[in-house]
């Protein structure tokens, strides 16, 4: 085999791990920003937070000089003839390698003194649980909305209700190990017979003697508040609720039929089938349309009012404004900067550290060298944020006067091929950060959406036809409610071609009902 010598030129993107920190700070979310942040804060001892009196190095001041609009909002006005003219921001004005461009052959310089900062910030987590019936058990006794406001248990709130009923020590014990058995919603998922061969695998006996107790326990459990609790299914948590109604109000005609039509199979409940209920029922139709709206009241899940859910505040990582009245509107874009961190390089650590140079503080010199980058990377993600959104704003200026109903089509590519940057960059910064406008908080995605075909040969954006059908629906009759069909011929007469499919597809997005579900009995 003869050898021999060959000469090759190539090019290629060489992903530094500074590129591949940028890339993945860019992708996070306002929450998983900040617990990156503080992670790095435990981590690296010469990143700092900069103390308000401080002078700023990176992000908003501190202090009650506000910063130059150029460096954290970006003005987009109109011209005075109509044209729309591209906003100028301050990352505009020096474009800097983007991490999803990979287009560019070279990284970004990482080097300098980095020093940067910004005020971190997690959200806000918490809330109110929804209301919940009120307890007749005594007028000393709160009741379980109070309870749940104030983050109590289900579990806790039950063995409190527990404590009052005169039981054996085993009895108690069974009931306290129910409630303790049950899920998040109040239901009991698992059966008694298994409970009882958990507790006595190898004792046939015992597990006879334990199911007997639990069936006692259970029939104590659900005359528990809130009623329904210790459901094994749907269909008797909401019969334990309407039988306790109708020991209060035993004459109730509707009350007496919603128990009956609850007896017989849930899939003809969903699916409003009055004829075949009142035929197994043997109750009219007046009274069965009466129980399906009584039912349609209680509370499926019982136990969700004590769920102490940590709900995520969506905090904008952009703020539109708008600027100006009458014929002259404009809009100010502008990064939030209650989600934008104070970071900066530790003076007292980096000072020390070059004081003494030498051999045996090259980890020193990599950590402090990482706190540097990682300030550069966030400053960078919020720069191509402010960019991406500032160009959204001139695209879809209409939205901004006139509401979703004046969405223009646009897709990733536009924005991608106008800003210079990757499709890829485009789709990391859209997804999981926020915008604040006049007419709400919306993900950055929200002003993507595909082009229907109109009769005069234009296009309409989907999420501009998601907002017409949400307004045909919102105007309808709740005795005749809109059809699938009827919805598209009613976009046709608009001029936009939308296919029954189409309709159905932006019905289940927009979690709207079917129409049969939709009417009122």
């Given at each position: 085999m003869k050898q021999g010598l060959s000469l090759r030129v190539s090019q290629h993107l060489a992903l530094t791990p500074q590129l591949q920190q940028s890339i993945r700070l860019l992708q996070l979310s306002t929450l998983e920003l900040g617990q990156e942040i503080q992670q790095m804060l435990d981590e690296n001892p010469f990143l700092d937070v900069q103390a308000d009196d401080t002078p700023d190095q990176f992000g908003p001041a501190a202090s009650d000089t506000p910063a130059p609009a150029s460096e954290a909002e970006a003005a987009y006005e109109p011209l005075a003839n109509g044209q729309d003219a591209a906003p100028v921001s301050?990352?505009?004005?020096?474009?800097?390698?983007?991490?999803?461009?990979?287009?560019?052959?070279?990284?970004?310089?990482?080097?300098?003194?980095?020093?940067?900062?910004?005020?971190?910030?997690?959200?806000?987590?918490?809330?109110?649980?929804?209301?919940?019936?009120?307890?007749?058990?005594?007028?000393?006794?709160?009741?379980?909305?109070?309870?749940?406001?104030?983050?109590?248990?289900?579990?806790?709130?039950?063995?409190?209700?527990?404590?009052?009923?005169?039981?054996?020590?085993v009895d108690r014990a069974a009931l306290r190990y129910l409630i303790e058995s049950l899920n998040d919603d109040g239901y009991l998922e698992d059966s008694l017979e298994s409970l009882a061969a958990g507790l006595a695998p190898a004792d046939p006996e015992q597990q006879e003697e334990l199911q007997h107790r639990f069936t006692v326990a259970l029939r104590l459990l659900q005359r528990l508040d809130p009623p329904g609790v210790g459901a094994r299914s749907l269909a008797e948590c909401l019969l334990l609720q309407l039988r306790a109604m109708s020991e209060e109000t035993p004459d109730d005609t509707a009350c007496c039929a919603a128990i009956k039509v609850c007896q017989h199979p849930m899939d003809l409940l969903a699916k409003r089938d009055v004829k075949r209920l009142a035929a197994l029922t043997g109750e009219v139709e007046p009274n069965v349309k009466a129980a399906i709206g009584l039912i349609t009241r209680l509370e499926p899940k019982p136990g969700r009012r004590f769920v102490d859910v940590e709900r995520n505040i969506i905090v904008p990582d952009v703020l539109v404004t708008q600027v100006g009245r009458g014929g002259r509107v404009n809009f100010r874009v502008m990064l939030n900067p209650d989600v934008m961190p104070r970071l900066r390089v530790h003076d007292v650590y980096a000072g020390a550290l070059k004081a003494h140079k030498g051999e045996g503080h090259q980890a020193l010199q990599q950590r402090l060298q990482e706190a540097r980058w990682f300030i550069k990377n966030i400053q960078q993600r919020f720069d191509t944020i402010l960019r991406v959104s500032t160009a959204i704003v001139e695209r879809q200026r209409n939205f901004f006067v006139h509401g979703a109903l004046a969405m223009r089509?646009?897709?990733?590519?536009?924005?991608?091929?106008?800003?210079?940057?990757?499709?890829?960059?485009?789709?990391?910064?859209?997804?999981?950060?926020?915008?604040?406008?006049?007419?709400?908080?919306?993900?950055?995605?929200?002003?993507?959406?595909?082009?229907?075909?109109?009769?005069?040969?234009?296009n309409a954006s989907s999420t501009a036809v998601r907002a017409l059908i949400r307004q045909f629906v919102t105007a309808e009759s709740s005795k005749k409610p809109l059809s699938d069909s009827q919805i598209s011929e009613m976009l046709k007469e608009q001029g936009i071609e939308c296919a029954r499919r189409t309709v159905a597809k932006y019905r289940e997005a927009l979690r709207i009902a079917p129409a049969n579900l939709r009417k009122e009995l």
């Open positions: 301050a990352s505009e004005a020096e474009p800097s390698a983007d991490p999803g461009d990979f287009g560019d052959d070279a990284a970004p310089s990482w080097e300098g003194d980095g020093s940067t900062e910004t005020v971190a910030d997690d959200g806000e987590w918490g809330g109110e649980a929804p209301a919940a019936r009120r307890n007749d058990a005594g007028d000393g006794e709160v009741d379980a909305t109070e309870l749940a406001r104030g983050n109590e248990s289900l579990a806790s709130w039950l063995h409190r209700q527990a404590l009052s009923l005169r039981l054996d020590e089509p646009l897709v990733l590519r536009e924005i991608a091929d106008e800003l210079g940057l990757h499709e890829s960059t485009i789709s990391r910064v859209t997804t999981a950060k926020y915008m604040s406008t006049p007419f709400g908080t919306f993900e950055l995605k929200y002003f993507f959406g595909s082009a229907l075909g109109t009769e005069t040969g234009g």
